[in-house]
């Protein structure tokens, strides 16, 4: 009997503990973007390991990358939205400052979220995370601050078969293509298979970034040290850069379908053969994938006119008025916000999903099931999730993921020769009524003006004041008027 008596108040006991762990668990609906090949956030260790620790459960929609858009607007426009998104890129500015859907985050994360503060504090990077009416409206990602715009990649093993050096101005850059060109560069004895500079899409416009200014891709924009914003087709710097181009294009030195070739067909040609001396691209892999891509290494800016960004995702995690127990939810993201909690995000349980050698360097710990893409795929992610990246220095290391820990070191190269850091203008109602059409108009004409003048159809000097003539009658100067009216709010 007592054993009977001993039993049954154990079980009322685990059930009295059960009821109680029950009321402290709470459910949040959430909208989630799909990672990769429509995985879940959910299947991540980061997540596995932490909600029912914070007494959470998530109920999400996993949406394709392709429908988070329509989805995403249906939802915000009819009323009927869940307690959080993640990775849905909302806008904060109309869904938060104006329409008042989203919750304003800085008092709640100042309260709940020690590690988050601090960190947003050392970086100092509160006012780039507030929207214009100045609360902040989402939990950020802090990534590596990377180049934005495309860069110049060159084959160094043909530098080294022509005992050449890395070129150090726009002036070297057309000596080494000329070598390319004429010098057998691939050493195949064919001195007519190389393609000393591959451009695909026109992507040449980025030779912009070798010049010593500080230049936005984007807008179009040179940022003048007074402040003062210029259109790019209206200054003589594009005089000079389309004259710059017209010279390597006339002789050969760029690839005749470069207006035409599509990014995916030049990836593809240069993946395939050994005929490509220089490309450009943001990240080397976009272009070469496997060990190929360790014969190319980024040539470094001379001068600091790239414009990278600041490693900050601000709204990857924004939660609406939907929510009743908000300061849970951002107490939870706070713990990725730890060196342990990034490196869960990142790299995953050392001694489960990776481990690190006697020199320092990681390595994913494989079996037939759990693949290097399987952890890199699944069980881990350095994107997407609400946290800082502690372990990028070492994805840097040797690891099992050499080719993107290469691409990652070239690319600092280039995010070291920084002219602007995540220039973002904010445009009003206005703004796009009266800039919008011009931008369209004049971002189609230029291009065609420079391929024209490239191909030797018109001759550049002749050309020249019509060419201006014809800006200004499409407006030019107002669109610059507007895009200098941005910048300045930028900097208020």
Not at 245 to 271: H, K, M, P, R, V
Not at 446 to 471: H, K
Request: hydrophobic content about 40%; glycine content about 6%.
């Amino acid at each position: 009997m007592k054993k009977l008596m001993s039993l049954v108040l154990a079980l009322v006991i685990m059930m009295m503990a059960l009821g109680a762990l029950a009321e402290d668990v709470t459910t949040y609906t959430g909208f989630v973007t799909a990672r990769g090949d429509n995985h879940s956030y959910l299947e991540t260790i980061a997540f596995k390991s932490t909600l029912e620790k914070a007494g959470i459960r998530l109920d999400v929609d996993n949406i394709p990358g392709s429908m988070v858009e329509e989805k995403r607007n249906v939802l915000l426009n009819g009323g009927e939205y869940p307690d959080f998104f993640m990775a849905a890129d909302v806008d904060v500015e109309w869904y938060g400052a104006q329409e008042g859907i989203l919750l304003p985050l800085e008092d709640l994360i100042r309260e709940y979220a020690p590690n988050l503060t601090a960190y947003i504090d050392s970086v100092d990077a509160w006012d780039f995370l507030e929207c214009t009416d100045g609360h902040v409206y989402g939990v950020p990602h802090f990534g590596e601050a990377l180049n934005r715009d495309e860069v110049l990649w060159v084959n160094k093993v043909w530098l080294e078969n022509l005992d050449l050096e890395m070129p150090k101005s726009l002036e070297d850059v057309k000596d080494v293509l000329v070598a390319f060109k004429e010098m057998d560069a691939n050493g195949n004895g064919d001195t007519e298979d190389e393609i000393p500079l591959m451009s695909a899409d026109a992507d040449f416009i980025h030779f912009f970034n070798y010049y010593d200014w500080r230049f936005n891709y984007e807008f179009r924009l040179i940022v003048r040290d007074d402040g003062n914003v210029d259109f790019l087709p209206l200054t003589q710097e594009f005089h000079d850069l389309t004259e710059y181009c017209a010279d390597l294009y006339q002789e050969g030195l760029i690839n005749e379908d470069c207006f035409t070739l599509s990014s995916d067909a030049g990836a593809a040609l240069a993946q395939t053969s050994d005929t490509v001396g220089m490309f450009f691209s943001t990240s080397g892999t976009n272009v070469i994938s496997g060990e190929k891509l360790m014969d190319y290494c980024v040539v470094e800016p001379w001068c600091n006119s790239v414009e990278v960004s600041n490693g900050i995702i601000r709204n990857t995690f924004v939660i609406t008025n939907a929510c009743e127990e908000p300061e849970k939810l951002i107490s939870w993201l706070d713990y990725f916000f730890t060196e342990e909690g990034s490196l869960l995000v990142t790299l995953g349980v050392q001694g489960e999903t990776y481990d690190i050698d006697e020199n320092g360097n990681w390595y994913y710990i494989e079996t037939e099931e759990q693949t290097a893409d399987f952890i890199q795929g699944v069980l881990t992610t350095n994107g997407g999730v609400p946290t800082y990246e502690s372990a990028f220095k070492l994805y840097q290391d040797a690891g099992s993921d050499p080719i993107s820990a290469y691409s990652n070191t070239q690319r600092t190269i280039a995010s070291k020769h920084a002219g602007l850091k995540m220039l973002e203008l904010n445009f009003t109602d206005e703004d796009l009524q009266i800039g919008l059409p011009i931008m369209i108009d004049v971002n189609t004409y230029f291009p065609q003006y420079m391929a024209s003048v490239m191909t030797g159809e018109m001759d550049l000097d002749e050309s020249w004041e019509e060419f201006q003539s014809t800006l200004q009658a499409m407006q030019a100067p107002v669109l610059e008027d507007v895009l200098q009216g941005c910048y300045d709010r930028m900097g208020e």
